[in-house]
């Protein structure tokens, strides 16, 4: 009997495997996903990011967040950089709550529908790259099988990730979790941080709610309960006076990111890439538009053989999703009132770098990304301090921190190198604004100009109105300045 051969294998069927196999298919590959379990099968993580929504549209699976018992639009309470706590209205919160289990689910279902091949509770035994393809075997329901595929994207979240390759990007966490009993349904959600933890709480699609704890390694050896936190906030009593806790559970969690996440013809995806601090509450989204970015990489390696262009223009998105989430949680944490004498807290409000990793050019790499972020937020906000009023009758010049640069972008479905723009004010060099290349555009002026007449220098290569679309986005930036005298 033939053994089965694809173009694409991958391995776990969480939103990153599943969304690898849409854009898969969309662009015509013939794809298989092997998932160890049965679903729909139990998961945390109801919460998904605003931009999930963008990611479904574009795979055309949009359709997948209306269920009808889906959240959205829910009140918050947040208890964090003050003692009082802060109420948010639903029309700034634009999370959707999900049950996991449904959309995970479906997401497969979809998967199933549009020609993947989809084989759950496949249990891998053995991967072994030949010359030319991958010899995976597998046993399900007691039956040992076999398919090769050209490439694979593994999909298996943490535990597909050896301990020895994960760089450690925050302090260890231990997260605790249950449901919570009520005898009313809760209608909004809750954000508190307490002395040693911080809580999230929130309303489920399933008419119940959970209440999850965040706390370092420490406090968890000392046997203090879930029960035992929420008796010490403030918020989540305010949920009801009386409430019972099941199906309390705990995992220690740390955020990484997977150092052999590259490799020929096997990319990591998901979790099995990186895991961000849980205090983001884009994990899901990242892990998605990250999978997409894969898909490009690999596309433009198999098809044109730009193997370094991929590996290139992957690793820097890996390591911008990694070290951004990395400053925007310490900027979060620092946020909280509890001062450096609490030492969970403190811990969390400065760089971590494990000391395994110190010195090594994976922290050269990691750490230049930091810089560009660091730098890029330290430029803005001098300049919110000092910008001064445009006179629009005096001569303008482009900044002279203004760099002309080859940059990865895409063009369709394929990466290209480009010429493009670089300045203090962008966190990485900038080629097309809306679809239109900017570099050629600003090449066209000369060393000053009016902007009456900056117009007429693109007047044969975008419209009066888009100029000045364009003109805005660059002064604001910095891009264009006044002269000055």
Request: glycine share 4%.
């Amino acid at each position: 009997m033939a053994i089965q051969r694809y173009e694409v294998a991958i391995l776990g069927a969480g939103p990153a495997g599943t969304t690898a196999a849409l854009r898969l298919r969309q662009l015509g590959y013939k794809v298989v996903v092997l998932e160890k379990k049965r679903f729909p099968r139990f998961n945390i993580g109801e919460s998904l990011s605003p931009g999930v929504k963008g990611i479904l549209a574009y795979l055309q699976a949009e359709h997948l967040l209306a269920h009808p018992s889906y959240l959205s639009k829910l009140p918050m309470s947040i208890l964090w950089d003050a003692e009082t706590p802060l109420r948010t209205d639903g029309d700034q919160n634009q999370h959707t709550l999900v049950d996991r289990a449904v959309f995970d689910k479906a997401l497969l279902d979809l998967c199933q529908e549009r020609g993947t091949d989809v084989v759950q509770e496949a249990k891998i035994d053995h991967l072994k790259q030949e010359q030319g393809y991958w010899d995976i075997t597998y046993h399900q329901h007691r039956q040992t099988k076999a398919i090769q595929a050209d490439v694979i994207f593994d999909a298996r979240g943490r535990l597909g990730v050896s301990s020895s390759d994960r760089f450690i990007t925050g302090a260890q966490t231990v997260a605790k979790w249950a449901l919570l009993d009520t005898s009313q349904r809760l209608t909004s959600s809750f954000l508190e941080a307490c002395p040693s933890f911080w809580l999230w709480g929130a309303p489920l699609p399933c008419g119940q709610a959970r209440i999850i704890s965040f706390s370092d390694a420490s406090l968890h050896k000392q046997r203090i309960s879930l029960q035992d936190m929420i008796a010490q906030a403030t918020l989540a009593k305010s949920w009801g006076s009386t409430f019972q806790l099941k199906e309390e559970k705990s995992q220690a969690i740390q955020s990484y990111w997977n150092t052999k996440a590259i490799q020929e013809c096997y990319y990591s995806i998901g979790e099995t890439a990186f895991a961000l601090d849980p205090l983001s509450s884009s994990g899901v989204e990242k892990a998605m538009r990250y999978t997409l970015q894969a898909i490009l990489a690999f596309h433009t390696s198999y098809h044109h053989k730009k193997q370094a262009l991929a590996h290139q223009f992957l690793e820097d998105k890996l390591l911008t999703s990694v070290s951004s989430h990395a400053v925007m949680n310490q900027n979060f944490y620092e946020k909280a009132y509890f001062d450096n004498t609490y030492t969970f807290w403190s811990k969390r409000k400065q760089p971590f770098i494990h000391e395994k990793w110190q010195g090594t050019q994976q922290e050269k790499l990691y750490q230049k990304h930091i810089d560009m972020i660091l730098n890029q937020e330290t430029y803005v906000s001098k300049r919110k301090k000092t910008k001064l009023a445009v006179d629009l009758n005096s001569n303008m010049q482009l900044a002279t921190e203004l760099r002309f640069q080859k940059s990865i972008c895409v063009e369709q479905d394929d990466l290209i190198e480009k010429e493009a723009i670089h300045h203090p004010s962008f966190q990485k060099p900038i080629a097309y604004l809306d679809g239109v290349a900017i570099a050629p555009l600003l090449r066209k002026l000369p060393s000053t100009f009016s902007l009456a007449d900056l117009p007429s220098y693109w007047a044969t290569s975008i419209t009066p109105r888009y100029a000045q679309k364009m003109l805005s986005f660059l002064m604001q930036k910095d891009v264009i300045q006044q002269v000055s005298n």
